[in-house]
């Protein structure tokens, strides 16, 4: 089956370093694969996706790159902002039927970022 | 304003109530999603409805009884609750093959 893994956390930073967070993943087909963000007491947000190899999702100075030759969709922030705390699940689409679709997570990441 | 709206946002009960979380989407998708979120485990899938029709249930208690009446509502009817099913209770939405899910805020439930 699908799964995903990502480096477990907490991860503390101070501002403006730089953040780097591991993400592989194992499927069959050709998954999309998400980044979603979790800011306390609130549901999960959506960060930024890629729907095929070698796509680039972008949003909020966010980075991750679709790399099929390694399994992997690493998220990239080069100056991180106290703002910036949050727990951050990576996590790839499978179809189900012919409409909706599955979500398979990782575990989660909690970055805190001190000032 | 996440599109996908849960209520109640905090819900106490005793292990022999009944009570029901409700979930409502305003993004015209058509698929609806249930996940129990708890400390230091992953996140659980539960119910998938695609069109009104549950298309997956991943081995859930029959405590926790899902109905969807149409494709913008979501209910999770819960019954004699034990301790360790406290946890956030999150409803999310899509629309289309590979697209994103929508999440809402989620329902905070303490069984006492």
């Known amino acids: 089956g699908n799964s995903v893994t990502q480096m477990e956390g907490p991860v503390t930073l101070s501002e403006e370093a730089f953040l780097t967070i591991n993400c592989t993943y194992t499927?069959?087909?050709?998954?999309?694969l998400f980044w979603y963000v979790q800011y306390p007491g609130e549901g999960l947000q959506l960060l930024l996706k890629?729907?095929?190899?070698?796509d680039k999702g972008s949003n909020k100075g966010f980075e991750a790159t679709y790399r099929k030759e390694t399994t992997s969709f690493h998220l990239e922030k080069g100056s991180v902002q106290v703002s910036d705390s949050a727990v951050y699940f990576c996590a790839l689409s499978d179809q189900i039927k012919a409409a909706g679709n599955k979500l398979t997570f990782g575990g989660g990441t909690r970055v805190l970022v001190k000032p | 304003e996440t599109g996908v709206t849960q209520t109640p946002r905090h819900l106490v009960m005793g292990m022999t109530n009944k009570k029901s979380l409700k979930c409502e989407q305003h993004?015209?998708?058509?698929?609806m999603y249930w996940y129990k979120q708890s400390a230091k485990k992953p996140l659980e899938l539960m119910f998938v409805y695609n069109f009104k029709e549950q298309t997956e249930n991943n081995s859930v208690p029959s405590r926790f009884s899902p109905e969807c009446p149409n494709s913008s509502h979501l209910f999770l009817h819960l019954h004699t609750l034990q301790p360790e099913d406290s946890a956030l209770y999150l409803c999310a939405s899509s629309q289309g093959v590979r697209q994103p899910q929508h999440f809402g805020d989620g329902t905070r439930l303490s069984i006492l």
């Open positions: 993004l015209g998708h058509n698929a």
């Open positions: 499927a069959t087909g050709y998954p999309s």
């Open positions: 890629a729907t095929k190899a070698d």
